[in-house]
């Protein structure tokens, strides 16, 4: 059996500095020396999955092909290592104890006092360890969510510091940590630094590197500095100053030899691995120089509260629009445009002529909708590139009946159970969930399959007839109502095998340059080595309206 190796990364200082990144750039950069690399991250909080949290909370959630509603650092995960996870990947502080509660009540712990120390770790240290099985992983980086210092991850610490005890050579831990640069004093500062150190020392871990997040690279002298106060040498910590594009990280963990040093705290033979990132590199030449821009608005709801950022709610969707427009030689600028001002008419329909194209995202609940329905109908009228993804699909269908058929009250029963035309209805399986509250976990979640009609866009942008893709919805088309709405000319184009779900709903090119929404959240799938076919569509079409 092969020896595996673990790398654990910590935040010290504060939260918000990029350790996903960091995180995911790690893994590439060994993924790079071809070594066998996974990821997985913890989140502290008691929740089981991210299914149940408001978007405006906790940013996006990160659906993976098994269905499992993650993080969105899973998501930067995915898109670096260019590959697939799973729920083993992801866990919770709910998820560690409910099974530890489960094995108890099982009598699995054999009569045993079950304690929090050490049981609650050894759990943890387990699923750590079948997530590495269960990629045949050289190298698996775990991610611990929140700060060094915190009661909420103490136990994730924890369970680090068990295992590198445990074996001392198979581990390494990498502390993120943030060097700030008051503005009046106009130096960077290391001592939150040397603090965040003594609070992992505290909890008997001792960082092997430290990442330092500054606005600028970080000089030698401050280098000399940390490694004297936080016990390691000059060379291990690694200048991480802010970037344009956090597709430039990798490629500056390298310029300070990351791989090379993490290599070393394995005791990995590094000098047998070649880094090969040019593909990488390509890729991140192009974001560097576009030949010109595509300009597009993104219509949706979750914008006023919480302390995310709207990037964050959006970022899967933000990244797939930059992966094919950059791959088309086009730098992306995105407007997000709040649907509901639509509605009141702080913004005005003719706004969206300044736009190539318009997107309308997923979305739950009846807030924002008709002021959606309002710009969907505006870009199909007046022929601009329109792209909705789930609940952006199911608006277009609503719209489409509404103004095409002359269905007056056509909706979805999300928002009106009482309409004469539900032609977005719940799913029966769905109903019952709902009327016995089981919320978490139980919509149509993760991949399912689904076929394409020849000669469609859809099907010509993806080249083949059967294709896989992620869902999260408990709505769908109302099948009562499909043929009467593609007599009027909105074609179906995407079909589940057993012919009974439409995936997606598209106008013929002769009629509208481009206007197509998709059930699933295509999104998910978008990889900066490996565009997504449709929106690399709907960026092709925007380009050639913006050249108009
Ligand atoms: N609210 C819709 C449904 O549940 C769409 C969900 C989504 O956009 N993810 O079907």
């Keep these: 059996m092969k020896r595996r190796k673990y790398i654990f990364v910590t935040g010290g200082v504060m939260s918000g500095v990029g350790k996903g990144v960091a995180s995911s750039s790690i893994a590439l950069i ?51 290592l260019n590959t697939t996870l799973s729920r083993v990947n992801y866990m919770t502080t709910g998820r560690v104890y409910l099974e530890v509660i489960r094995k108890e009540r099982n009598l699995e712990y054999k009569g045993k006092n079950v304690e929090v120390v050490p049981d609650i770790p050894l759990e943890v240290i387990s699923r750590i360890e079948k997530a590495a099985e269960n990629a045949d992983a050289d190298v698996t980086v775990v991610e611990i969510g929140g700060t060094v210092g ?10 680090a ?41 505290s909890v008997g871990i001792q960082a092997d590197v430290i990442i330092a997040r500054s606005e600028m690279a970080i000089d030698q002298k401050r280098k000399d500095k940390i490694a004297l106060f936080c016990n390691l040498r000059p060379e291990n910590i690694i200048s991480a100053p ?32 070649v880094t090969d990132l040019s593909r990488w590199t390509e890729f991140v030449g192009k974001v560097k120089k576009p030949r010109g821009e595509v300009k597009i608005a993104v219509v949706g709801k979750y914008f006023d509260s919480g302390s995310f950022t709207l990037s964050d709610v959006y970022i899967s969707i933000l ?36 736009y190539s194209g318009v997107l309308v995202p997923g979305g739950f609940g009846a807030t924002g909708i008709e002021g959606k329905i309002k710009v969907i109908q505006y870009a199909r009228e007046h022929k601009i590139p329109y792209f909705g993804l789930c609940y952006g699909m199911q608006l277009e269908v609503v719209e489409y009946c509404r103004n095409v058929l002359g269905w007056k009250d056509a909706h979805t029963t999300e928002v009106n159970p009482k309409t004469t035309h ?3 209805d719940i799913m029966k399986e769905q109903k019952e969930n709902m ?48 043929d009467d709405i ?32 998709a059930q699933f959240h295509p999104e998910f799938l978008a990889r900066p080595l490996d565009p997504h076919p449709l929106f690399t569509e709907f960026i092709k079409a925007a380009i050639k309206k913006g050249k108009k």
């Design 435 to 482: 009327a016995n509250a089981k919320y978490g976990g139980s919509m149509r979640l993760g991949s399912y399959p689904c076929f394409l009609k020849k000669g469609t866009i859809a099907q010509k942008a993806y080249k083949k007839d059967l294709i896989n893709e992620r869902h999260r919805h408990r709505y769908e088309v109302n099948p009562k109502f499909i």
């Design 486 to 517: 593609e007599k009027a000319g909105l074609v179906f184009s995407g079909i589940s095998p057993d012919r009974q779900l439409m995936e997606i709903a598209e106008l013929p090119r002769e009629v509208h340059p481009f206007f197509l929404g």
């Design 319 to 354: 990244e797939a629009l930059k992966f094919s427009a950059f791959t088309l030689g086009r730098k992306p600028s995105i407007t997000y445009l709040n649907s509901k001002d639509f509605e009141t008419g702080k913004i005005k329909l003719s706004e969206l002529n300044k």
């Design 161 to 201: 510091r068990m295992l590198k005890s445990k074996c001392p050579d198979d581990v390494a831990i990498i502390m993120v940590s943030y060097l700030p640069m008051p503005s009046k004093i106009g130096e960077m500062k290391t001592k939150p630094t040397q603090t965040a150190s003594r609070a992992l020392n």
């Design 422 to 424: 539900p032609v977005i």
């Design 150 to 159: 915190e009661y909420q991850n103490i136990i994730f610490l924890e369970a």
């Design 242 to 273: 802010d970037v344009d594009s956090i597709y430039d990280v990798p490629i500056n963990f390298e310029k300070d030899r990351l791989g090379e040093i993490l290599c070393k705290v394995l005791h990995v033979d590094h000098k047998k691995r």
């Design 30 to 80: 060994l993924q790079a020396r071809a070594l066998k690399v996974t990821a997985l991250k913890i989140d502290p909080y008691v929740n089981v999955d991210a299914g149940t949290m408001n978007p405006t909370e906790h940013g996006e959630v990160f659906v993976l092909d098994d269905g499992d509603e993650t993080d969105q650092d899973m998501g930067n995960y995915e898109r670096f």
